[in-house]
């Protein structure tokens, strides 16, 4: 479950200088330094390809080269490109003027994704800054264009979703072709700040799963998130202000009411997925819209979003006491441990009594205090409507063998509940690579066609 302020989560850095905050802006470069700087980058990017760390370090200004030393680099390097399969080309080179600093952009094409190298020159010339990610490569890549739409079994179009006049949002309703008034399925984020398709290193699963039911006769809404699209939101409450009503319900709300008055859909067939937080969020979901058709929770669970953080935790700081640390790391270690239970205990047992600007796990209390309210465990007894249950086997963020487990003992008996646990399927619902970290997600894949299959069959049972 990517936390909102616990984890960057998505992002790969090798190593992120803070670069001085300039007086005034610099002199433009001359355009041959700028030339020079695009072709000495792009022999950074060579070299690394090749191993030759040490002609990269020697480039590195002198607040660079104390942060980063050449054995450093190439273990970093190592590691984010190890899965990524056979180098294959370099799709595109962008150069730019930021205050003093002059950066450089090589998108790179690997067998299994694309990798984005950023590079920051200093006035002198050298390197101040250096950051990778894995980066989506499929806009740049040459495909098959359809001779025609027809040829889709979908069409798409743009709608707004919008439930503050100050934050309108923008969503996709994906619909079946030679269908009238199809059943529709909202889709609803995991934590953090997604768009529509849930992008996470060109993998898109919420594009996957609305393309593949909308071939199979099923509407689907998909919209960006609040806090992607106005990370920087004042007026409805700032990222430490936030709740999960401001996160997700009230969007959810406005998505509901939005297909509820949408001629081409099925207002009185409306089914909510909830992936992630959005699963966990689904029972509260389903008891505040009693008219819904049915919900969908897909790696969710019904426990508190803080025991799922801490079991996280647990796991991260196992890891950790395997591989070979300092005494000074053991002991940051041995602290880092000491807090996680001392919040989590504050969680569990004083959490009403603590202001709401306080920060426990990193993340303001207020928020604890809407995700002990809205947590699913408290809602689940109310949901009558039918549920559909989905778990791969590989989820290292969300855990089969307690969060799946209990959906099972909390829905026992019920003859309107369907469970499906995917052997080899991660948080995505996408095939592992058998990582237990982020770099999981670096290799582009797409939702199983199974799970897929089977949430179409959910639907199309509920709705005869």
Not at 115 to 137: R, S
Not at 314 to 328: H, R, S
């Amino acid at each position: 479950m990517r936390g909102k302020w616990k984890l960057a989560g998505l992002l790969l850095c090798m190593a992120l200088c803070l670069l001085p905050a300039a007086a005034g802006r610099a002199a433009l470069l001359p355009q041959p330094d700028a030339e020079s700087l695009k072709e000495d980058a792009l022999q950074v990017a060579e070299d690394m390809q090749a191993g030759n760390f040490s002609a990269v370090t020697e480039k590195f200004s002198a607040e660079m080269a104390a942060a980063l030393d050449e054995k450093s680099l190439e273990s970093s390097w190592n590691s984010v490109v190890a899965v990524l399969g056979d180098f294959i080309e370099t799709l595109s080179v962008e150069t730019y003027e930021r205050d003093a600093y002059f950066c450089v952009d090589i998108l790179e094409h690997y067998e299994n994704n694309g990798l984005k190298l950023h590079i920051v020159y200093d006035a002198q010339g050298k390197i101040a800054g250096m950051q990778i990610t894995y980066a989506d490569v499929e806009p740049y890549l040459e495909t098959e264009v359809q001779s025609g739409e027809e040829e889709l079994s979908y069409t798409e179009e743009e709608v707004t979703v919008t439930a503050d006049e100050r934050v309108p949002l923008g969503g996709t309703l994906t619909l079946p072709r030679d269908t009238e008034k199809p059943p529709v399925v909202i889709l609803v984020h995991g934590s953090g700040s997604s768009d529509r398709d849930e992008n996470i290193n060109g993998n898109k699963p919420f594009a996957d799963i609305a393309h593949g039911l909308a071939a199979r006769g099923i509407a689907v809404l998909r919209y960006d998130k609040r806090y992607y699209t106005y990370p920087d939101c004042p007026d409805v409450g700032s990222a430490e202000m936030v709740t999960l009503r401001e996160e997700t319900l009230d969007d959810v709300d406005a998505a509901i009411k939005l297909m509820q008055e949408d001629a081409r859909v099925d207002g009185s067939r409306i089914f909510v997925l909830g992936h992630s937080l959005g699963g966990c969020l689904s029972p509260a979901i389903a008891a505040e819209h009693p008219q819904l058709a049915g919900i969908i929770s897909m790696a969710g669970s019904l426990r508190p979003l803080w025991e799922i953080v801490y079991d996280q935790n647990q796991e991260a700081i196992a890891a950790a006491k395997e591989g070979e640390l300092t005494d000074e790391e053991q002991a940051q270690l041995a602290e880092a441990a000491e807090q996680v239970e001392t919040s989590v205990k504050v969680l569990r047992e004083e959490l009403e009594s603590q202001p709401d600007d306080e920060l426990l796990l990193g993340i303001p209390v207020r928020y604890w205090k809407s995700n002990k309210e809205y947590c699913g465990e408290n809602f689940i007894d109310q949901v009558e409507m039918p549920v559909l249950i989905l778990q791969g086997d590989a989820d290292f963020q969300v855990y089969p063998e307690k969060d799946y487990v209990l959906w099972q003992e909390m829905l026992a008996g019920r003859d309107n509940a369907v469970f499906h646990l995917y052997e080899g399927l991660n948080h995505l619902m996408m095939p592992t690579q058998g990582k237990r970290d982020i770099t999981e997600y670096s290799v582009k894949g797409h939702v199983d066609e199974q799970v897929i299959d089977d949430i179409a069959e959910f639907i199309m049972d509920v709705v005869g």
